[in-house]
């Protein structure tokens, strides 16, 4: 019964883990635009953002579920208990 709640929460996306990435690439492209042509001002803040996206993304294999979807998933198992 544990097997199916598993597998059915790894069906989802992580919402964490996907802003965190898209954080990271918008970091990158600001950091490659102070690289290009802006200067070493804008490759700092780049710099900033991607890790900020990175602790979100390490956030979001940390903590993969809310706590909405914890809820969710004991009342599920109680159901099918009884």
Known sequence: MTFKATYQKT???NK???AGLAIIYVGL???LLGFASLG???EGIGLLIMS?????????YIYPYTGEEITKA???FENDLL
């Open 74 to 76: 004991v009342e599920d």
């Open 52 to 60: 900020l996206g990175v602790g979100m993304a390490t956030a979001g």
């Open 16 to 18: 964490r883990l996907r």
């Open 11 to 13: 069906k989802e996306p």
């Open 40 to 42: 070493s001002f804008f």
């Open 29 to 31: 492209g600001i950091n």
